[in-house]
């Protein structure tokens, strides 16, 4: 960018002339489509459409569908990112066999990839750019909502409905999130199927727990856990008001949140909040956490809490099925599917009557001007209390959250049922 200063600082108009039509130039090679290589069969190729392959629940999705060996055996599969093919969990496709390209939010990108590839079906995971090319195509459409969309106001509404009218079939990650969809966006029910998404099952019985003393707990106390990015969407302040209220009944009720920190002002104003609340000693915050270790910190609690405004899926609190703990959910993302009269855990009422329309943007505000949505948390309260009070009852019947992990919410079923949606549509 200095020397871009540099050569902008020339004085001379022809120099600049020059100047400007070699930066054009470098842009455009820039933003260049990269060799496409056909595939060397006669089979019809179904292409994963996101944002980025990096790093992310989402893109670990896409990767799972995209890696599926029936799926693989029956198309060809290729992921298509908008402006670039790098990232942790591109290397990792291309390492399976599975190409990366970037159309660089290009129409004249796409066309050449659908002709190259032999694209049949496109795959949308809310990246939705060149819909409109991929009809002229003649490409089926397939469009997966993995969240509660918090972030679109009217304008934002009426604009995503100007492509999503060209959705051949929608797809949600759990049924509350179908609902929130349905309601906001104005869709048909019919138009949109619900498939969970999966975790790997495995084993967790050889698992060591975390040693509470490593973290400051005693073995004696009654641990409650919650894995979440610090961001206004978790909305931490909830299970944090709640705990305030119960430990001078229940002094040995404690909180550890993992959680990366996503939002640095959201971070800092709970950290605030926790100090005010004087529950420095109560709440332990740990930070960063290696993803196989999340599970020896599962295995050392008692109970997982989540208190979210929104969730797609809550892949943490199917984690914590996997090691057998209870769960307390909001009314949010699986919790539903989850939990079932409640048979292994609480299902907490939302912070909002109204959550068709809450949009992030007021939480951020509300949050800097301290003005925190309680709501639900004698609702918390009472959930949390209530597995204290009858730990042994609890863990019992929250051996059933592993059955339901093998049985359903696995990533094998969740391959199963896309292969069969990607049938229908051809």
């Not at 009426?158 to 349905?182: G, L, P």
């Not at 989850?338 to 292994?344: H, K, L, T």
Request: aromatic residues 12%.
């Amino acid at each position: 960018m200095n020397l871009l200063k540099k050569l902008f600082s020339i004085t001379n108009e022809s120099n600049h002339k020059v100047i400007c039509f070699c930066f054009i130039k470098f842009k455009i090679s820039m933003f260049k489509l990269q060799k496409v290589t056909p595939f060397s069969n006669n089979k019809i190729t179904i292409a994963m459409q996101v944002y980025k392959m990096d790093k992310g629940g989402l893109e670990e999705v896409v990767l799972q569908i995209a890696n599926d060996k029936n799926i693989r055996e029956k198309y060809n599969v290729v992921i298509l990112t908008e402006y670039s093919n790098n990232g942790y969990l591109a290397d990792i496709a291309r390492k399976n066999g599975i190409p990366v390209y970037s159309f660089f939010g290009s129409s004249n990108n796409i066309h050449k990839l659908v002709k190259s590839l032999n694209i049949k079906i496109v795959h949308f995971h809310y990246n939705i750019f060149g819909i409109e090319e991929y009809k002229k195509l003649n490409v089926k459409t397939v469009y997966t909502i993995h969240n509660n969309y918090i972030w679109f106001d009217k304008d934002g509404v009426a604009e995503r409905n100007t492509h999503y009218k060209y959705v051949d079939k929608f797809v949600a990650v759990s049924s509350q999130v179908k609902e929130f969809f349905c309601q906001k966006f104005g869709i048909s029910e019919e138009e949109v199927d619900v498939i969970t998404n999966g975790i790997e099952y495995h084993d967790t019985d050889k698992i060591q727990p975390i040693p509470r003393q490593e973290i400051g707990l005693e073995e004696d106390d009654f641990v409650f856990i919650n894995v979440a990015t610090f961001n206004p969407i978790k909305y931490h302040f909830a299970q944090a008001k709640a705990l305030s209220k119960l430990t001078s009944a229940y002094p040995k009720m404690k909180l550890v949140i993992l959680g990366n920190i996503g939002d640095k002002e959201y971070y800092k104003q709970f950290r605030e909040f926790i100090r005010d609340l004087k529950l420095e000693d109560k709440i332990k915050i740990i930070n960063y956490v290696p993803k196989q270790e999340v599970y020896r910190y599962l295995k050392m609690a008692d109970c997982f809490i989540m208190t979210s405004l929104a969730e797609g899926f809550g892949l943490a609190a199917a984690e914590a099925m996997l090691c057998e703990k209870p769960l307390i959910l909001t009314n949010t993302g699986a919790a539903r599917d989850f939990i079932n009269n409640n048979d292994i855990g609480i299902i907490i009422k939302h912070a909002f009557r109204d959550v068709q329309n809450l949009l992030i943007e007021n939480i951020i505000k509300d949050n800097k001007n301290q003005h925190y949505h309680f709501e639900n948390v004698d609702d918390i309260i009472k959930a949390m209390e209530t597995i204290y009070l009858n730990k042994d009852y609890w863990l019992e019947r929250a051996k059933a959250g592993k059955d339901k992990i093998k049985s359903k919410f696995n990533v094998t079923r969740v391959r199963q049922e896309y292969f069969k949606l990607y049938e229908g549509r051809l």
